[in-house]
C-alpha cells in the first residue's frame, strides 16, 4: 500500500505544499472542502502534476476512510484548526501532523529568517522591512502571511540557480506559530498584542503564549514597548532590543531606539534621523518604524541607508491607504482592518470629523475602546454586511449620537457613506470594518478592492 501525504486545503499554502512535496517525490493527496470553478481550475492543474484532489470534502474520517491507512503524514493551510477532531484521531495512530510553514522551515532554515508577528502592524512591519533591506541590494523577500507562502518561496529556490537568500522576511500569524513550533528565527518582532482569534485559540492566555513563542525562540528579539501586553512578557524575553515612541524609559523598560519631543529618532542615546522621513500617519506607524530600524540595523544596514529607504516607502495596500479626495475631504482605503483594535489605530491616525464604514463578520474581542474613539472621531457610521444590525446595537448602547446607517452590502453603503459625508462636512470617510471578510468576500485585499472600484465610480460622477 503506498504511503501518501495528506495536504489539507486548496489555498496558496496547501497548493505551495502538495506542488513541494509532488517535487520533492512525495505521494501527495489533497483535501479541500470548497468546489466550484475556480477550485475546479486548481485541481486539474495539480491532478496534471500527479497530485490526486478531493474537491468538495471536508476533515472528516468518513472522508478520509478510503485512504486513511495510506497516510504517513498531514501538512496543514493555516485555516485548519489545529486542535481539529480528526487530527487528534491521526495524531494519536501516530502520525505526524504539521503547519505549511513548519515544512517551509525545514527547507529554507538555510537562510536566516526574519519571524514578524503580533495582532496588528505586522504587514506594515513586513513590507517596510523588505523595501528597506531590498532597497539596499540586499535579496530579502516576504514569505508567510505576505508575498509567498513559505512552500511556495521554496518550491521556486530549488528551480531557480541565483545568489543566495540574504534574509527571509516572514509574516507569521498565530495559526502559523501554532502549527510550526520548529521555527527558529535569526531576528523576531514582536508589534502588539490585543484580543483576537479567540473563537479559535479560546482564551487570550492560549494566543499570548503562542505569540510570545516565537520571540522565545528568537535570537534576537525586537519588542514595542508601548504595548504593555509585551511588556507584561519580559521576564520571558531576556534578550530583547525594546523601541518606543513615549521616550526612552518608562517603569518597566529602557529603550534602546526612541522618539524624543521633537520628533527625532535615537538609537542608544544617539540622535539618527527625523520619525518626520516616514510619510504615514498615526502613532503606530511611528512604532512600525521603530521596529524596522531596530531590524535593519542588526540587518547590517547603516542610518544613511534606512533613512534613504524611508523615504520612498508608500505604505501598505489596504492599511490606511488614500484612494481620493472630495470636497476637502480624504478618503482612506483600511480594509486591513479586521479587528477593534486595528480599526482604533485607523479612526486615531485620520482627521476627524469621520464617517466610518465598518462591517463583515464579527469577531470576538473587547469593542470598548473602539467605542470611545467612535464617540470622539465620528460624526457618523455607516455598517454593511453580515454583522450591521449587531454592530448597531453595541454602537448605540455606547451612547454614539450621530447618524448610523445598516446596508446589505458595500455597494449601497458606499453610496450613502459618501452622501453623509459631504452633509456632515467630514474632513474624512474612513473604510476600517473592525471585522473578518469573509462573509461577503475572500479577502480583505478583495474587500478593499472593491471599495477603491466603487469609490472611483463615485467620484468620477461628482
Known amino acids: ?22 517535487a520533492e517525490g512525495h505521494p501527495v493527496i489533497v483535501l479541500e472542502e470548497k468546489e466550484g470553478n475556480e477550485f475546479l481550475e486548481i485541481s486539474n492543474n495539480l491532478e496534471s502534476k500527479g497530485i490526486h484532489v478531493k474537491l468538495g470534502k471536508d476533515l472528516n474520517l468518513d472522508n478520509l476512510s478510503p485512504f486513511v491507512e495510506q497516510i504517513k503524514s498531514v501538512v ?12 487528534n484521531y491521526l495524531r494519536n495512530k501516530g502520525i505526524k501532523i504539521e503547519g505549511e510553514m513548519a515544512l517551509a522551515w525545514e527547507r ?49 529556490l530549488t528551480n531557480q540557480s541565483q545568489r543566495k537568500l540574504d534574509w527571509l522576511i516572514v509574516e507569521l500569524s498565530s495559526y502559523q506559530i501554532e502549527a510550526a513550533e520548529q521555527i527558529r528565527p535569526r531576528i523576531g518582532i514582536w508589534t502588539n498584542l490585543t484580543p483576537d482569534h479567540l473563537e479559535r485559540h479560546g482564551t487570550m492566555e492560549k494566543y499570548r503564549q503562542i505569540k510570545r513563542s516565537l520571540l522565545e525562540k528568537s535570537q534576537i528579539q525586537i519588542l514595542n514597548a508601548d504595548d504593555e501586553e509585551i511588556v507584561q512578557q519580559k521576564p520571558s524575553l531576556k534578550n530583547g532590543i525594546w523601541v518606543s515612541t513615549e521616550g526612552p524609559n518608562n517603569e518597566k523598560i529602557s529603550a534602546d531606539y526612541w522618539i524624543n519631543n521633537t520628533g527625532m529618532i535615537l538609537e542608544r542615546g544617539e540622535p539618527i534621523f527625523h520619525s518626520s522621513t516616514l510619510k504615514l500617519n498615526g502613532k503606530h506607524n511611528l512604532q512600525n518604524l521603530l521596529l524596522v530600524i ?63 464604514l465598518a462591517g463583515g463578520q464579527i469577531k470576538a474581542g473587547d469593542p470598548n475602546q473602539w467605542l470611545e474613539t467612535i464617540k470622539q472621531k465620528a460624526c457618523g457610521v455607516i455598517l454593511f454586511g453580515k454583522s450591521a444590525y449587531k454592530l448597531k446595537e453595541i454602537i448605540q448602547s455606547s451612547g454614539f449620537r450621530g447618524e448610523i446607517g445598516c446596508y446589505k452590502d458595500l455597494n449601497q453603503a458606499c453610496i450613502e457613506a459618501v452622501k453623509m459625508s459631504l452633509k456632515s462636512n ?37
Open 1 to 22: 500500500m503506498k504511503a501518501r501525504i495528506l495536504v489539507v486545503g486548496l489555498g496558496r499554502s496547501g497548493i505551495g505544499a502538495a506542488k513541494l512535496l509532488n
Open 76 to 87: 496543514l493551510s493555516p485555516g485548519v484548526p489545529w486542535n481539529h477532531p480528526t487530527l
Open 108 to 156: 529554507l532554515k538555510g537562510t536566516p529568517w526574519i519571524g514578524i508577528t503580533g495582532t496588528n502592524g505586522k504587514t506594515t512591519v513586513t513590507y517596510m522591512l523588505q523595501h528597506v533591506l531590498e532597497g539596499n541590494g540586499l535579496i530579502a523577500p516576504m514569505a508567510g502571511n505576505m508575498g509567498y507562502s513559505g512552500t511556495e518561496l521554496a518550491l521556486k
Open 294 to 356: 531596530a531590524a535593519a540595523r542588526e540587518a547590517g544596514l547603516n542610518v544613511n541607508q534606512i533613512e534613504e529607504s524611508i523615504k520612498t516607502f508608500k505604505g501598505v495596500p489596504h492599511r490606511l491607504e488614500r484612494v481620493g479626495t472630495l470636497q476637502g475631504m480624504t478618503i482612506f482605503n483600511d480594509s486591513k482592518a479586521t479587528n477593534y483594535s486595528s480599526s482604533l489605530m485607523g479612526l486615531n491616525a485620520v482627521l476627524p470629523p469621520t464617517v466610518l
Open 426 to 462: 467630514a474632513k474624512s470617510l474612513l473604510l476600517s470594518p473592525a471585522c473578518a471578510s469573509f462573509d461577503q468576500y475572500k479577502s480583505f485585499e478583495e474587500r478593499g478592492d472593491h471599495f477603491k472600484t466603487l469609490l472611483k465610480v463615485i467620484l468620477e460622477k461628482k
